[in-house]
């Protein structure tokens, strides 16, 4: 990525990566989310592998914030001030289980290996 790119997108060094940092943090305490919640394991199944290695009670926290939020949002409705202001919206649990699935699987494919998961159409 070139240095102006990145630049760009580091909220430490562009005012309009920090505005928009700030905005999705915003967003994701009204609903009590984090930022790794929001990736779809349906839609990549690095993620879904990921997820699959983690922990068991990090799943379940997961699954439960996002049962939460669609709680919340079906009600037109924030999460409470005080809750709002406990949550950690870029704390990450998922980035370096995912990078390392991403590290295999490029491996995998550079030794010519078969994949461990593909996706069927059924």
């Known amino acids: 990525m070139s240095s102006f ?22 967003r994701l305490r009204n609903y009590g989310l984090r930022y790794d919640d929001l990736y779809d394991p349906y839609y990549d199944l690095d993620v879904k592998e990921a997820l699959n290695r983690l922990p068991r009670e990090i799943v379940d926290a997961r699954h ?14 924030y ?14 649990y998922l980035q370096e289980m995912l990078a390392l699935v991403k ?3 490029a491996e ?13 159409i059924p």
Do not use: I, N
Request: charged share 30%; hydrophobic share 40%; proline share 5%.
């Open 5 to 26: 790119l990145q630049g760009l997108l580091d909220p430490k060094k562009s005012r309009l990566a920090a505005v928009h940092m700030k905005s999705l943090s915003r």
């Open 64 to 77: 439960q914030r996002l049962k939460r939020a669609m709680d919340l949002s079906m009600k037109h409705q």
């Open 103 to 105: 590290r295999e699987r």
């Open 108 to 120: 995998r494919e550079a030794l010519g290996a078969l994949p461990l998961y593909q996706r069927s």
């Open 79 to 92: 999460l409470a001030e005080d809750l709002q202001a406990m949550q950690t919206p870029f704390r990450s």
